[in-house]
């Protein structure tokens, strides 16, 4: 997706099958093998039945925003340290964070990515799409349908 790159998030070896979808194009989840909940958070056990077998599926990526904000100014420290946590972000601002109802049945946090702000409204539909992130690294965000002239993975 050509958007102004975030951050690299943090990886931890107990989530790399949700990178290594993504690195293959698919935003996939974890389906639990003994109860069939799908997953998120993302965790070593099911939250439904505490089970430790799961699988890496590939979700469909339509969703409705369930919430989402604009932030004008990136703006965040860490107290007493000094060390500000706002530069990765300071040059994409200003950008939309949510929260949107996946048609799967779980609800994931991420960017928005809308230049119309119709995006702001709950309800909105939106698409799960691969953004780039510093350090050649794939994540994924939401995709309102006033960006689908933008050029694509």
């Known amino acids: 997706m050509d958007a102004a790159a975030g951050p690299a998030p943090h990886l931890h070896p107990d989530i790399a099958g949700f990178w290594s979808s993504l690195d293959h194009g698919q935003l996939s989840l974890q389906?639990?093998?003994s109860?069939?909940?799908?997953r998120f958070?993302?965790?070593?056990?099911?939250?439904e039945c505490l089970s430790s077998d799961f699988s890496w599926e590939p979700i469909e990526p339509r969703?409705?925003?369930n919430v989402a904000i604009q932030a004008h100014e990136a703006v965040s420290k860490l107290p007493a340290s000094g060390?500000?946590?706002?530069?990765?972000?300071r040059g994409m601002t200003p950008y939309l964070s949510g929260?949107?109802?996946m048609d799967a049945g779980v609800r994931l946090p991420g960017r928005i990515v809308c230049r119309c702000g119709d995006a702001l409204i709950p309800g909105t539909e939106v698409n799960a799409v691969l953004l780039d992130a510093a350090q050649d690294i794939t994540i994924y965000g939401f995709l309102?349908?006033?960006?689908?002239?933008?050029?694509t993975k």
């Open 31 to 33: 389906r639990c093998g």
């Open 35 to 38: 109860c069939e909940t799908l």
């Open 41 to 47: 958070p993302i965790s070593p056990n099911c939250h």
């Open 63 to 65: 969703g409705t925003v």
């Open 83 to 89: 060390i500000s946590l706002s530069e990765p972000w």
């Open 99 to 101: 929260v949107v109802d």
């Open 144 to 151: 309102h349908e006033c960006e689908t002239t933008r050029r």
